[in-house]
């Protein structure tokens, strides 16, 4: 199965300075992210992350179909390959959740968040397309990582709004960890891969920290 939060904290110390990473970074320890995996969060906070969520990953190509055209080793491009594959699915399962929400809640301040989300889309679409040999696959590498989080949002909304959940299917851990593994061997391919990835962590916490600035605004209204 793809990475959980505890594969992730059993392997955090036998994969490197990735495995540093994603522990300190990942989206796993957001409190946010946290909260919108709980049964009980209001359905509002699912449907406005669910629709933001879309904004970053809802379109095609989107991050992991962008690294495919990176990849330099077979390795690397197999790993990407069935990635791809798995995120048409996830894609599609994305859209879905997001229509059956229905409109994005009404929120003080919604034209800077829309803004902000662009902005976000078009810095992981810049990581995706790099062409620093390892940047784009960290990149592809860090989504992989952190949807597990995200797709256990998603699955809550879908089970709240009566959506089938269909099964996830991105590469084993085991399978990801070989690739990082691989491209550690290379130092500067390493440092490029710990930064696409760092970058897309990065992105996902400032997500995830404007979706609960926007729950609280929603509240004081």
């Given at each position: 199965m793809p990475f959980d939060s505890a594969q992730i904290a059993r392997l955090g110390s036998s994969w490197g300075a990735m495995g540093s990473l994603v522990a300190t970074d990942g989206s796993t320890s957001h409190p946010w992210l946290v909260k919108l995996a709980d049964p009980t969060e209001p359905l509002r906070d699912l449907a406005d992350a669910a629709h933001?969520?879309?904004?970053?990953?809802?379109?095609?190509?989107?991050?992991?179909?962008?690294?495919?055209?990176?990849?330099r080793m077979s390795l690397e491009r197999d790993w990407i390959e069935a990635a791809a594959e798995a995120f048409v699915t996830e894609r599609a399962y994305l859209v879905r959740v997001a229509a059956a929400a229905g409109p994005v809640p009404s929120t003080p301040g919604h034209a800077e968040s829309e803004a902000a989300a662009q902005a976000q889309r078009h810095a992981l679409d810049m990581l995706a397309r790099s062409d620093r040999a390892g940047c784009a696959t960290g990149a592809a590498l860090a989504l992989a990582i952190d949807w597990t989080m995200i797709r256990g949002v998603l699955d809550n909304a879908a089970r709240r709004l009566g959506l089938a959940t269909p099964p996830l299917s991105l590469p084993l851990a085991e399978e990801t960890v070989t690739i990082v593994d691989a491209l550690a061997r290379e130092g500067t391919m390493e440092r490029a891969m710990l930064f696409g990835a760092q970058q897309v962590f990065a992105q996902h916490r400032g997500l995830w920290d404007l979706l609960e600035a926007r729950a609280s605004a929603r509240n004081r209204a």
């Open positions: 933001y969520i879309c904004l970053l990953h809802g379109r095609h190509p989107g991050v992991i179909d962008h690294a495919m055209a990176q990849a």
